[in-house]
């Protein structure tokens, strides 16, 4: 009698733990409080521009030329449906990707700091299946916070609308939609969540994941920079695309698109004109999240495991 158990079967005993680990832990929830927070204050102070503006507060005997009309308008639109969705994705590839660094760094290094993952590979050796759990736990918890997320602009958006008059306009189209903008969000978070978890397993340790994954990310922000440069030839525009931030500012303005908005409006020193197309922006993103996902696998699959470090 073969008691074998599959390795397709331990990695969903494997994936349905991690997914408690994750829903369990207090930094988890911690950390989704406070993007939930920040995501409510700037919409928040998008509402108290507009109605200042306008003159909300002071039935239009006093308003404030804050910003241009065009940028008012944008602005409208982020504070009702569906252009909400697009900056409500806005803040999940923002400030969320710092706090998804935290996380996956959290997930992976606290295995380290509190020695449990040798007993855990003690109990179910197959290193490869404990990190696609891993990952894959990380992923799904991530695609729930965006629908929480989702589901808190919305309530924002029919809140301050209302007080501000403005049209609401959600079709079967744009529901269709918000499935393809979090596949999209989540791709633009991978790279990012996998490279913490290459520097958490090599420094076997939640700060060390924590450090890589900021640190890169600072310096790829740093490096969209050089975007700017690419309008002085095409050859170097070439080249600049191949770095990260490029892609993934290709993503993010396609997701605000979708539902109506447009990121230059707001953001002058962004020109959409120089990043490369979105098929180009899948594959290089796919391509570093590939590399950073090899780095985590070779590391974890070589390493000497021991107890807290």
């Given at each position: 009698?073969?008691?074998?158990?599959?390795?397709?079967?331990?990695?969903?005993?494997?994936?349905?733990?991690?997914?408690?680990?994750?829903?369990?832990?207090?930094?988890a929830?911690?950390?989704?409080g406070?993007?939930l927070f920040?995501?409510?204050?700037?919409?928040?102070?998008?509402?108290?521009?507009v109605?200042?503006?306008?003159?909300?507060?002071?039935g239009?005997?006093?308003?404030?030329?804050?910003?241009?009309?065009?940028?008012?308008d944008?602005?409208?639109?982020?504070?009702?449906?569906?252009?909400v969705?697009?900056?409500?994705?806005?803040?999940?590839?923002?400030?969320g990707?710092?706090?998804?660094?935290?996380?996956?760094?959290?997930?992976?290094?606290?295995?380290?700091?509190?020695?449990?993952?040798?007993?855990?590979?003690?109990?179910?050796?197959?290193?490869?299946?404990?990190?696609?759990?891993?990952?894959?736990?990380?992923?799904?918890?991530?695609?729930?916070?965006?629908?929480?997320?989702?589901?808190?602009?919305t309530?924002?958006?029919?809140?301050?609308?209302?007080l501000?008059?403005?049209?609401?306009?959600?079709?079967?189209?744009?529901?269709?939609?918000?499935?393809?903008?979090?596949?999209?969000?989540l791709?633009?978070?991978?790279?990012?969540?996998?490279i913490?978890?290459?520097?958490?397993?090599?420094?076997?340790?939640?700060?060390?994941?924590?450090?890589?994954?900021?640190?890169?990310?600072?310096?790829?922000?740093?490096?969209?920079?050089?975007?700017?440069?690419?309008?002085?030839?095409?050859?170097?525009?070439?080249?600049?695309?191949?770095?990260?931030?490029?892609?993934?500012?290709?993503?993010?303005?396609?997701?605000?698109?979708?539902?109506?908005?447009?990121?230059?409006?707001?953001?002058?020193?962004?020109?959409t004109?120089?990043?490369?197309?979105?098929?180009?922006?899948?594959?290089v993103i796919?391509?570093?999240s590939?590399?950073?996902?090899?780095?985590?696998?070779?590391?974890?699959?070589?390493?000497?495991?021991?107890?807290?470090s």
């Amino acid at each position: 009698m073969n008691t074998e158990i599959s390795p397709l079967r331990i990695f969903g005993q494997m994936l349905a733990a991690e997914w408690v680990k994750i829903v369990r832990r207090p930094m988890a929830h911690l950390l989704l409080g406070i993007f939930l927070f920040l995501a409510t204050l700037r919409e928040t102070l998008w509402f108290l521009v507009v109605a200042l503006q306008e003159g909300l507060f002071s039935g239009g005997e006093i308003t404030f030329g804050l910003l241009s009309p065009a940028a008012i308008d944008q602005i409208k639109l982020q504070l009702s449906l569906p252009g909400v969705f697009g900056a409500m994705f806005g803040e999940i590839n923002g400030t969320g990707g710092i706090l998804a660094v935290i996380l996956a760094a959290g997930l992976f290094g606290s295995d380290f700091n509190w020695g449990t993952l040798r007993v855990l590979l003690t109990r179910m050796p197959n290193r490869t299946i404990y990190l696609l759990a891993k990952v894959t736990a990380l992923q799904l918890a991530l695609l729930a916070a965006m629908a929480i997320t989702l589901f808190l602009g919305t309530g924002l958006a029919l809140i301050f609308g209302g007080l501000l008059g403005l049209p609401q306009r959600l079709s079967v189209i744009d529901l269709l939609l918000v499935p393809v903008g979090m596949l999209r969000a989540l791709l633009v978070l991978l790279p990012y969540t996998l490279i913490a978890c290459v520097g958490a397993i090599v420094g076997r340790s939640v700060i060390a994941g924590v450090s890589t994954g900021l640190i890169f990310l600072v310096f790829d922000v740093s490096a969209g920079s050089l975007n700017t440069i690419g309008a002085i030839d095409p050859f170097i525009r070439s080249l600049v695309n191949l770095l990260l931030q490029p892609n993934i500012n290709r993503l993010i303005i396609e997701n605000s698109r979708m539902f109506g908005l447009d990121q230059s409006v707001l953001t002058s020193a962004l020109d959409t004109a120089l990043l490369p197309p979105q098929w180009q922006a899948l594959i290089v993103i796919l391509v570093y999240s590939l590399i950073f996902g090899y780095s985590a696998y070779r590391t974890l699959n070589r390493q000497d495991i021991g107890g807290a470090s």
